[in-house]
Every structure is written in structure tokens, then in C-alpha cells.
């Protein structure tokens, strides 16, 4: 298994070499977190808000473009692609499942942007003065929870488009997801910063766990307590997912094959 999954990457890692410059440039566009950075700066010139000064907003958003960029799913217009135009019947020609080729193609692109991110976000982060638990407890424990959040981001994404099995087009599904996720997820502001009762529902829904989650274990704002039942659920999503993605994958093959594929 280790040697074929060397080998899909090997092969993948050519195809992100092939397309780098616009992986590049759909890096350089995605600035949804530094739009949101602008307007808490713009809120806290005063003084700090709900807990959060100004170089605390810095140090959440740099972290939180690094996070974005490591954990990021595009896997549902892949398989929406790949359903609609057939393109997916090669890859069920292949002795291993599909999913385990686009998330090789994943893994290959994080290496990729992992030092064309590290290195311009670290010295911002420096010369902003942004403080981070460096320790090497915390590391650990943010690198597993970044993994974990990944995990939930391809599953949930790859969930939604094996229902492009059955619907014309499952857009409008995933557009929701993200919407969802952007607001409950700590995209458009820390989750500390929303009124009652949403900060507490969102220690049990997925979207804390795909981005605010890793954030706050680097910020120090994770108690050992909320360590434990953040990883708790973060698993327990990972693994309902998981169990989703087996059913609608064996459910859609039937429909796929059903349609002379």
C-alpha cells in the first residue's frame, strides 16, 4: 500500500509542478481572511474587542490563511467533473479506490505550498509582533488537530459530490457548506466574538473544527478541558463522515453503473 501511495504521488506531484503558477496565483486570491483582518483591525483601533487586540486579530488571521491553505478541500468539483463528463470510469479501472488518488493529489499540492507559505507569513507574523504557544506540546497538538480538520474538510466535500451520483449539480449544496463554514468556522470573525448561544453550539458542530479549532490551540486560547472535548468531537465528525462516505460511495456506484458507466 505505502509504495502504490508513493507511487500516486510521484505521479500527481507532476501534475502540481505542471499547473504551480496557478496554483500560485489561486493563492495570491484568496484573501477572504485578510479582508476580514482589515475590519477587526478597523473595529479594535480603539481597544481591544472581546478579548481580541489589535495584534491578536493579526496573529488569528496569519494563522488562519496558513490553516486555509493547509487543510483546503477543492476535491467536490474534481468528482462533479469527473461524474458528469465520465471521466471518473478510468480511475475505477485502477486496482486502488479513486479517493485514495485525489487525496495523494491533496497531499502533493500541501507540500507544494507549505514553504511558499511558511516563510512570507512567518516574517509578517515577526514583524507584527504575533504571539504564538510555540511549545512543543502545543505544535503537536495543532499539527494533529490541522490533520484532523483536513480529514473533515476532503470527507465532507468529497460526501458532496457523490451526490452528483444522483443530482444534476450538487453546487448549490456546496456553496451552502461553505457559507456555513465560513461564518461558524472563524473565517469571518473568531468564534469568541459571536453573541450566545452560537460560540457554545459550535463546540458540537463541524465548522469550529475546520479552522477556529487549530487557530486557537497556536493562540494559547484552548483550555486543557476544551482541548479534550475539541478532540473529542473533531473526531467523532472525522468518523461519521468517514462512515457517509462509505455508504454513498457504494450506494452511488450502483446509480453510476446504472447509467451505463
Not at 468518523?239 to 454513498?248: E, P
Request: contains cysteine; hydrophobic residues 55%; neutral net charge.
Amino acid at each position: 500500500m505505502r509504495r502504490k501511495y508513493l507511487a500516486l504521488l510521484r505521479a500527481n506531484w507532476q501534475g502540481i509542478l505542471e499547473y504551480r503558477a496557478q496554483i500560485i496565483i489561486w493563492m495570491l486570491i484568496s484573501t477572504s481572511p485578510l479582508i476580514s483582518l482589515a475590519v477587526w483591525l478597523a473595529v479594535a483601533a480603539d481597544g481591544p474587542v472581546g478579548g481580541y487586540s489589535s495584534a491578536d486579530f493579526v496573529a488569528y488571521y496569519l494563522l488562519a490563511i496558513f490553516v486555509r491553505h493547509m487543510n483546503g478541500s477543492w476535491v467536490y468539483h474534481e468528482l462533479e467533473y469527473g461524474i458528469r463528463e465520465g471521466l471518473l470510469s478510468p480511475k475505477l479501472l485502477k486496482p486502488l479506490n479513486p479517493i485514495h488518488d485525489y487525496l495523494t493529489t491533496h497531499l502533493g499540492d500541501r507540500i507544494f505550498r507549505l514553504p511558499i507559505l511558511i516563510v512570507p507569513l512567518g516574517i509578517i507574523a515577526w514583524l507584527a509582533g504575533a504571539q504564538y504557544d510555540l511549545s512543543p506540546a502545543s505544535l503537536a497538538l495543532f499539527v494533529l488537530a490541522l490533520m484532523l480538520s483536513f480529514g473533515i474538510n476532503f470527507l465532507t466535500s468529497y460526501c458532496i459530490g457523490l451526490l452528483n451520483f444522483w443530482i444534476t449539480h450538487a453546487d448549490s449544496i456546496n456553496e451552502l457548506e461553505y457559507a456555513f463554514r465560513s461564518l461558524l468556522g472563524g473565517i469571518v470573525a473568531p468564534i469568541a466574538l459571536f453573541p450566545a448561544p452560537i460560540p457554545q453550539l459550535s463546540l458540537y458542530l463541524p465548522f469550529r473544527y475546520t479552522l477556529s479549532f487549530p487557530v486557537e490551540i497556536l493562540l494559547g486560547r484552548v483550555s486543557p478541558d476544551e482541548m479534550l472535548l475539541g478532540f473529542t468531537v473533531q473526531a467523532a465528525w472525522l468518523a461519521l463522515f468517514l462512515g457517509l462516505y462509505a455508504v454513498l460511495w457504494r450506494q452511488g456506484l450502483q446509480a453510476y453503473s446504472a447509467v451505463g458507466a
